[in-house]
């Protein structure tokens, strides 16, 4: 169960990781494009929420790697 659940939450970290390049690069596009600073701000801000839900997934990683 907890080699299952090992995997589970690693699988997250990695989804998390991919979303937050994502978000970066669609913040740095919007800005090159000159889309609006509103989008490159809002994406900045999903990328903060994404880096606090990644900062405790990595937490339960960790308490369950020992």
Known sequence: MT???????NGICWYIII???VFILL????LYI??????ALGTWFIFLIELILFRQTYRIWR???Q
């Open 3 to 9: 080699d299952k659940l090992r995997r589970i939450v």
């Open 19 to 21: 979303l937050m390049i």
């Open 27 to 30: 913040s740095l596009l919007s």
């Open 34 to 39: 000159n889309w609006s600073w509103n989008l």
């Open 63 to 65: 308490e369950l790697d």
